[in-house]
């Protein structure tokens, strides 16, 4: 992928929200599984918090907007996101992809404080 799209791409993701809303979300389901399981420390909580960060999420959807939209269809998005082009991601299966990636990472957060939490009960 040109690196130009790759950088209007990430303009196009701030645009729509996408970055801000995972952001959120990547926190908010951090947060509650840190309270759900008692034997995570806050350094093994800083450790997961660095494998999920934007820029990682970011490279998980960046190739899904590139599969989807050539760049002159980036440029539209970034000019207009209510017009025909916009509702292609609404009536695609870009939408499904990037919420199928928001269910595996959260899945798979949950997956290291499980593991970290079993680690340090039998440690204790």
């Known amino acids: 992928m040109p690196a130009n799209k790759n950088y209007l791409i990430e303009i196009l993701i701030k645009k729509m929200g996408?970055?801000?809303?995972m952001s959120n979300s990547i926190d908010n389901v951090i947060k509650?599984?840190?309270d759900s399981f008692p034997n995570i420390s806050t350094s093994d909580l800083e450790n997961i918090k660095n494998n999920y960060t934007i820029e990682k999420y970011k490279e998980r959807i960046i190739?899904?907007?590139d599969k989807n939209f050539?760049?002159?269809?980036?440029?539209?998005?970034?000019?207009?996101?209510?017009?025909s082009v916009g509702q292609k991601i609404?009536?695609?299966d870009f939408s499904v992809d990037i919420h199928?990636?928001?269910?595996?990472?959260a899945s798979e957060i949950e997956q290291e404080f499980s593991t970290i939490n079993v680690r340090n009960k039998k440690s204790s």
Not at 18 to 21: P, T
Not at 70 to 83: C, I, P, Q
């Open 18 to 21: 996408i970055e801000s809303l």
């Open 32 to 34: 509650m599984l840190f």
């Open 63 to 65: 190739p899904i907007f």
């Open 70 to 83: 050539n760049e002159e269809e980036v440029r539209e998005l970034m000019r207009f996101y209510g017009s």
């Open 90 to 92: 609404v009536n695609s």
């Open 100 to 105: 199928n990636i928001n269910k595996k990472i």
